[in-house]
C-alpha cells in the first residue's frame, strides 16, 4: 500500500512542481476566465435577465449565472492541458518510461488524472475567490461546498482529455483537438444561458445538444453545489462519463489491446 501511495505521491507532485514553474499557464488559468466574467458578464449584466428555471420574473444577476459555467471551464482547459502533458511526454519517450513501471497502467493513468484533477481545483478556487473579489454575490459557504463538485468534474474532464490524447498521435495536432473539444464544450451547454431561453427562441437544436453534453452536466453540478445542493441527475451523469471515458482510455493505452499497440505510438 506505501509504494502504491509513494507513486501517486510522485506523479502528483511532479505534475504540480511542473505547473507552478509555468508561470504563463497559472496567469493564463485565471485571466481567462476572468476576461469573461468583467468584460462579458459586464456587458449583458443589464440587457439579458436570467432566470434558472421558470417563473420568468425570477431573476438572477448574470455574473452569478456565469460563475459555475467558468468554475466549468477552468476545469475543463486544464483537463485539455493534463492531457497535452502525456502526449509531450510520449512523444520523448517519458510516458513508456512511466508506464514500464511495476504498477498496473490504468493505476499510473489513474494517478495522472488525480494530479489534473489537484491543479484543476486549486485553480478553480483560485478564480472563486477573485470572482468574489469582483464582486460576484455567491453564498459564503460556497467555498466548501463546491469543492466535491470540482473534484468529481474535474477528474471527468480529466478523463474525457485523456481519452483525447489517445486518438492523437502527434504534439502539433493537440492544440486543433483541444479546441475543437473545448469551444463546443463551453458554447453549446448552459453555461452562459439557461436551456429554457434558448427554446425560447426556438434553437430547439442546439437545446438537444446541450442535453447530450456532458459539460453541461458539470456545470449544472457545480452550480448547485455553490448553494449547497446536490444535482443527482448531473451527478450521476458526471460520474458515469468520468467511469466510462477512463476504461476507454486505459484500454487505449493497452499495447496489447488498445489504439497504441495497434499503432505502434508507445
Known sequence: MIRWLRALDAVVRRDTLRFFKQTSRLVSAV????????????????????????????????????????????????GMQSSLSLVFDRELGLLRLLLTSPFPRSYLLFVKLVAGTILGVLQALVFLGVARLAGVDLPNAAFITVIPALIIGGFTLASLGLLLSVYVKRLENYAGAMNFVIFPSFFFSTALYPLWKIAESGALWIVYIAQLNPFTSVVEMIRFALYGQVAWQALAITVLVGIIAFMIAARGYDPQRGMLGRKGQE
Do not use: C, K
Not at 476576461?35 to 420568468?56: E, R
Open 31 to 78: 485571466v481567462r476566465p476572468a476576461l469573461w466574467l468583467l468584460v462579458f458578464a459586464a456587458g449583458f449584466q443589464n440587457v439579458l435577465g436570467v432566470s434558472i428555471t421558470p417563473p420568468y420574473e425570477t431573476y438572477i444577476p448574470y455574473d452569478v449565472y456565469m460563475a459555475p459555467g467558468l468554475l466549468g471551464m477552468v476545469l475543463l482547459f486544464q
